[in-house]
């Protein structure tokens, strides 16, 4: 999230001075007012996930788990990370000094990196338990279970926190440690559905050869189960391809790090990366029919009551 023509180099004060002493007009007005918009939208939007998430019996529960833990960093994104984004972007109209900026700034970066780490290793995570799913069939329940689920989510946490701390203290330590988890998370969601996209073609291609042995499903269960369970993949895919579309542009900026790179591009690359939080749950309740019904159900309740 952190604008990296000002954080990558040393001398805080003198980029900070250059660039807040004269922003393009109108152009801090816009980007804080579609912040602010965002925020709000990330802050609802998720709540009710979470809430409907609860209610919905349908989905295995380790899956869900990783569900509600995207939908937490969604969350904090909308409750903390941004309205954090939108003081730093907001400092020349507030008068802040550089010192109170220099620290929105930094736990503004700690939340960013930790939220973006648990989001990248979860989204490959719950590529992984697909494919499991695929492959053990009937012992899939026996092997993904919520207590290895929640110690593999705590983990995640843990190494969100690192990256965060890595970020204040070694910029350089930091950018290459993140160039190779989103390196590794995205060779392990390309494998992942390639693998699940031949093996059920495969399944397929079994069925219209050996249809007097009946419906052939995952791991033995029905072909309903099949049909289902590709509507699941494909919900996943939609939620992983928005994250990488939000997130590679910004990526790839910080890596350029090139002080010619405008102020605009920087904060809409910025921007994007946020508006990932606001999208998810958009795609749950297109996806997911389940989820979509729950939320249905929920702002109908909130609305009577």
Known sequence: MAPANITVDGNFTSKLNQELSAPPAGRIE???????????????????????????SSIHPPTKLFFRCLAVTDLGVGVFAQPLYVVFIMSPLLNMNVHDIFYVLQVAL?????????????SAAISVDRLLAL???????????????????????????????IRMKEIDLALNGAS????????TMSFCYTTIHIKLRHQQAQLHNNVAQGPIGIGGRSSLNIAR??????????????????????????????????????????????????????LYCWKIREVKQAVRDTIRQFYCF
Do not use: D, M
């Open 30 to 56: 816009l980007f804080s007012a579609l912040n602010i918009f965002l925020s709000i939208t990330a802050s609802l939007g998720n709540v009710l996930i979470l809430i409907a998430l609860h209610k919905v």
């Open 110 to 122: 700690f939340l960013n990196w930790c939220l973006c780490g648990v989001s990248l290793l979860t």
């Open 180 to 187: 190779v988890t989103l390196t590794l998370c995205l060779v």
């Open 229 to 282: 369970y590709k509507k699941t993949v494909s919900s996943i895919l939609w939620v992983q391809l928005a994250l990488v579309t939000c997130y590679v542009p910004l990526g790839i900026v910080v890596l350029l790090s090139a002080n010619e790179i405008s102020y605009v591009v920087w904060r809409a690359t910025e921007t994007l990366f946020l508006l990932n939080s606001s999208l998810n749950p958009i």
């Open 135 to 165: 492959l053990l069939g009937l012992r899939y329940r026996h092997v993904v279970t919520l207590r290895r689920v929640h110690a593999v989510i705590i983990c995640f946490w843990l190494i969100g926190a690192l990256a965060g701390l």
